[in-house]
């Protein structure tokens, strides 16, 4: 690989680990990671890397995020929608149901012709939308 896409340059990295008080066997670790990891502007992508992946971790039980800190640089690139539900309504002309959509499988590994493909069955088969899932997100080392 580059330099861009090496392990020890974008891996997480746990700084430091504590026994709960009183607890046996419960532990407190603080972990941090690479902000390159995460697209900018993107706090459902920040959060599903940081939450979704590790909590769906077989292995851990009893898992839970005690805090976050996230640094005020990357904050600022958090924008907000940009519009509400009425203009996605407006834009497809579907009124008086709820719209029906889904996400893109596999998440990682289709070509874009082939994502492409995936994309146009969704919508034939009557679908109303298409979604990329959480984790395909552009990062400076692989951008979209």
Same mark, same amino acid.
């Given at each position: 690989? /580059?330099?861009?896409?090496?392990?020890?340059?974008? *891996?997480?990295?746990?700084?430091?680990?504590e026994p709960v008080a009183g607890e046996e066997?419960? %532990?407190?670790a603080y972990v941090a990671y690479p902000? /390159?990891?995460?697209?900018?502007?993107?706090v459902t992508n920040m959060f599903t890397s940081i939450?979704?992946?590790v909590f769906g971790f077989k292995a851990l039980r009893a898992l839970r995020l005690e805090d976050l800190r996230v640094p005020?640089?990357?904050i600022k690139t958090f924008q907000g929608p940009p519009?509400?539900?009425?203009?996605?309504?407006?834009k497809l002309n579907k %009124?008086?149901?709820?719209?029906?959509?889904?996400?893109? *499988?596999? *998440?990682?590994?289709?070509?874009? *012709?082939?994502?492409?493909?995936?994309?146009?069955?969704?919508?034939?088969?009557?679908? /109303?939308?298409?979604k990329d899932d959480e984790n395909v997100n552009s990062q400076p080392f692989m951008r979209w």
């Open positions: 690989t /580059d330099g861009l896409t090496s392990l020890d340059r974008y *891996k997480g990295r746990c700084y430091g680990i066997n419960q %532990y407190i902000l /390159d990891l995460f697209e900018e502007g993107s939450v979704g992946n005020t640089a990357y519009h509400g539900i009425q203009v996605e309504r407006d %009124y008086g149901r709820p719209l029906l959509g889904c996400t893109i *499988k596999p *998440k990682l590994g289709l070509s874009a *012709k082939n994502y492409g493909r995936a994309v146009y069955e969704c919508l034939r088969g009557g679908l /109303d939308f298409t």
